[in-house]
């Protein structure tokens, strides 16, 4: 198993507060993904990071950000959460980008109220 | 307009039997395909992919057929163990346009009746 762990697991917060869900690699890749997952819709692309502090925007990026500091880290910050935010959040990595298979995290649930 | 179509939510197969799973595609620019395996409270599980090049790779128990002209691409798991139990997406990826996006379907849940 690819070596990624996000935290929190589970988060349970209140509408208009803001959250950082975190993803940790030790693969050392380049490439950062978060996803959310929702029903009906599959896995969507919220950001990606291609390197230490390079980050683009991804299908579903309004009313989020990322930072990525260090190759082993992916903070993804729900600025004032809102109920449609409520889903569980993958993050995946991969080593060099297009054309190739993502490993995926095991998942943080958040429920916003 | 979703580019990657897993038409079929549910399937059940009895235990030692093939499961079939489709994915359909519209997006001809697609040229790698992944498949992943959920089970839940859990991340998805990389499966066993295939590059438009190929129309076939086979990985134990587990292949997955390309059509390219149909747009159409399917994993095939034989003999089936009620372990395989689990949500399958299919995925697929424009490498050429530097595009770091997987594009998934919304799943298929197998379930694998002993």
């Known amino acids: 198993d690819a070596g990624i762990t996000q935290s929190p697991r589970h988060k349970v917060t209140e509408t208009g507060t803001p959250v950082t869900l975190r993803c940790h690699q030790t693969?050392?890749?380049?490439?950062m993904y978060w996803y959310r997952q929702d029903p009906g819709h599959g896995l969507r692309l919220i950001h990606y990071?291609?390197?230490?502090?390079?980050?683009d925007k991804g299908e579903v990026s309004d009313g989020y950000s990322v930072s990525r500091s260090k190759t082993e880290d992916f903070l993804l910050t729900l600025e004032s959460a809102t109920s449609s935010q409520t889903s569980v959040y993958f993050c995946?990595?991969?080593?060099?980008?297009?054309?190739?298979?993502?490993?995926f995290g095991p998942g943080t649930r958040l429920l916003v109220l | 307009d979703q580019q990657v179509k897993q038409n079929s939510p549910s399937l059940s197969v009895q235990e030692g039997r093939i499961s079939i799973l489709n994915c359909d595609y519209t997006?001809?620019?697609?040229?790698?395909f992944l498949w992943y395996k959920k089970y839940p409270a859990e991340g998805p599980t990389f499966l066993i992919s295939?590059?438009?090049?190929?129309d076939k790779n086979e990985d134990g128990r587990f292949t997955v057929f390309l059509n390219k002209s149909a747009k159409h691409l399917s994993l095939h798991i034989v003999p089936s163990q009620p372990g395989d139990s689990a949500v399958y997406f299919c995925?697929?990826?424009?490498?050429?346009?530097?595009?770091?996006?997987?594009?998934f379907g919304k799943g298929t849940k197998l379930s694998v009746i002993p």
């Open positions: 995946a990595i991969s080593e060099t980008g297009t054309g190739e298979t993502q490993y």
């Open positions: 693969e050392n890749h380049r490439y």
């Open positions: 990071s291609y390197g230490v502090k390079d980050t």
């Open positions: 997006n001809s620019m697609f040229d790698y």
């Open positions: 295939i590059s438009s090049i190929k």
């Open positions: 995925a697929a990826s424009n490498s050429g346009a530097g595009s770091y996006q997987l594009t």
